[in-house]
């Protein structure tokens, strides 16, 4: 059992239980001084802790719209409003696909609804985040290779050359990072991204990951490119685009980490994404 750290007196929060664990953080499930329930979030040490922390700007720069709200911040520690224990992927399984799609293009409208306050300084650009398939793109080219991975370089490359729009991004939209609680559905763990919303669908293609059959079958894929196209305003084939783009991309990292399982699944995934895209 992890012991709960220390935490700021500030804060004022008690009966910390341990509710997760992942190799970035511990989340622990408190008490706030009026007893309602709220999240501390304490990241260990380890390589991309710098995701974790430009989130934490999304969170404060969003300030409750869509998102859980920050309440405070300590170090490498989050306190974070409680979002509830409904995970829209229990909406799929229980309501169906449709379902949690129309959800996600909800909580996403909500997410990108314009602001007053200035985007936060300390996000990343998304052409920065794309470096990895960039990489990989330029290795494959190198050797003579017609890859998935330069194909998908190039997409990427003019998606980011010629943007539908720019603002905040979550960075990291899926059935697991989007919950309902007192406040509605909204999402948690944002990356804090800078660049064309477009990316944000991109994921939702790829989840959930325990559900490669519906991942990887046209009409689902046709179906959610017609919502998020409406959603935020963009074609269809410029959704597919972003989402082949990401697949692609998800694919690198997993490359890199010499996970072959996962990298061939994300390829197979952004295959079939590329042939209904052809449809269009």
């Keep these: 059992m992890t012991n709960a750290p220390a935490f700021p007196p500030r804060w004022k929060v008690s009966e910390p239980e341990l509710i997760g664990e992942t190799f970035s953080s511990c989340i622990w499930k ?3 001084e009026d007893g309602s329930p709220a999240i501390v979030k304490a990241l260990k040490p380890f390589d991309d802790v710098a995701d ?7 969170l404060a720069w969003r300030r409750g719209e869509g ?4 309440l405070g911040r300590d170090g490498h520690s989050m306190l974070l409003e409680y979002g509830g224990e409904t995970l829209l992927s229990q909406v799929l399984v229980e309501q169906g696909d449709n379902a949690a799609t129309a959800i996600a293009a909800d909580v ?4 990108f609804s314009p602001s007053d306050h200035p985007y936060p300084s300390e996000l990343q650009p998304l052409r920065e985040r794309f470096a990895s398939l960039f990489k990989k793109a330029a290795t494959d080219r190198g050797i003579g290779g017609d890859s998935p991975y330069v194909e998908a370089g190039a997409i990427a490359d003019r998606l980011l050359a010629n943007p539908h729009d720019i603002r905040p991004l979550h960075g ?12 509605g559905w909204l999402v948690i763990d944002p990356k804090g991204v800078l660049g064309d919303p477009g990316f944000d669908a991109a994921n939702m293609f790829y989840n ?12 689902r894929i046709a179906h959610m490119a017609e919502v998020f196209s409406r959603t935020l305003r963009q074609s269809p084939p410029a959704i597919l685009d972003h989402a082949i783009a990401y697949g692609c991309l998800s694919a690198a990292w997993h490359h890199e980490d010499d996970n072959a399982v996962e990298e061939n699944r994300e390829l197979s995934i952004a295959a079939a994404i590329r042939a209904v895209r052809a449809r269009f």
Aim: proline residues 7%; aromatic residues 2%.
């Design 108 to 111: 996403m409208a909500k997410l």
């Design 208 to 219: 959930p990951l325990d559900r490669d059959a519906l991942c990887l079958a046209p009409e």
């Design 67 to 70: 998102a859980v709200r920050l």
């Design 172 to 183: 990291d939209l899926h059935h697991e990072n989007i919950l309902r609680g007192p406040r």
């Design 52 to 58: 974790e922390l430009r989130g934490e700007h999304f």
């Design 30 to 32: 408190v008490r706030l």
